[in-house]
């Protein structure tokens, strides 16, 4: 999430849009895994089928699909949209191009930037009976916002 306005450091963020398919059959193979793409230069950089886990998220008895598209794109939703079939199409088979198109998220603050070298964690007092936690105070990822806020209320604790 962005910083409120306190006198933590600004933090710089990465944007990501994420869409939504729906598709006849999985082609997860009902494995759960997310699968990354290594092609820089690709809008598909990870798809995932959610309903191979819990179906009840997807339209009855289809498969749903998700795909991030990191960065500014530059695209309007129904090029990015016919672009991805495209990509997804070489990735899992010519019913790709034909998945029906679900939504088109645009989530501007998906991430805090995580620079090489950039250290693993800040600081989570900011003042005197004031902290902070979550993703932005260390690297983005749902551990980085358990852990900070784990830590921070052991620190709260400690001090009462
Ligand atoms: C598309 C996408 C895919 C991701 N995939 C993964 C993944 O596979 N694995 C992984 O580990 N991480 C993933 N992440 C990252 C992960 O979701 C974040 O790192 C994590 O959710 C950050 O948690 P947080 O509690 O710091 O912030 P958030 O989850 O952003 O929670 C902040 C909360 O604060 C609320 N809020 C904001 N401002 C205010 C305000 N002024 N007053 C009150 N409430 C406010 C917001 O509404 C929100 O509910 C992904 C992120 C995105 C966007």
């Given at each position: 999430?962005?910083?409120?306005?306190?006198?933590?450091?600004a933090?710089?963020?990465?944007?990501?849009?994420?869409?939504?398919?729906?598709?006849?059959?999985?082609?997860?193979?009902?494995?759960?895994?997310?699968?990354?793409?290594?092609?820089?230069?690709?809008?598909?950089?990870?798809?995932?089928?959610?309903?191979?886990?819990?179906?009840?998220?997807a339209?009855?008895?289809?498969?749903?699909?998700?795909?991030?598209?990191?960065g500014?794109?530059g695209?309007?939703?129904?090029?990015?949209?016919?672009?991805?079939?495209?990509?997804?199409?070489?990735?899992?088979?010519?019913?790709?191009?034909?998945?029906?198109?679900?939504?088109?998220?645009?989530?501007?603050?998906?991430?805090?930037?995580?620079?090489?070298?950039?250290?693993?964690?800040?600081?989570?007092?900011?003042?005197?009976?004031?902290?902070?936690?979550?993703?932005?105070?260390?690297?983005?990822?749902?551990?980085?916002?358990?852990?900070?806020?784990?830590?921070?209320?052991?620190?709260?604790?400690?001090?009462?």
């Amino acid at each position: 999430m962005p910083p409120s306005q306190h006198s933590a450091p600004a933090v710089a963020w990465r944007r990501t849009t994420c869409t939504y398919f729906a598709a006849d059959h999985s082609p997860g193979r009902g494995d759960g895994l997310l699968r990354l793409n290594a092609a820089s230069n690709s809008l598909a950089h990870n798809v995932s089928f959610p309903s191979d886990i819990a179906p009840e998220i997807a339209p009855h008895g289809r498969t749903l699909v998700s795909v991030s598209t990191h960065g500014e794109h530059g695209l309007d939703e129904n090029t990015l949209t016919e672009r991805l079939r495209q990509e997804l199409a070489a990735w899992f088979g010519p019913d790709a191009a034909q998945w029906q198109h679900l939504r088109t998220y645009q989530i501007p603050y998906a991430l805090p930037v995580y620079a090489a070298g950039q250290a693993p964690q800040q600081e989570l007092r900011v003042a005197e009976g004031l902290y902070r936690c979550g993703d932005y105070a260390a690297y983005p990822s749902q551990n980085a916002a358990l852990a900070t806020g784990r830590q921070v209320a052991e620190m709260i604790l400690a001090v009462q």
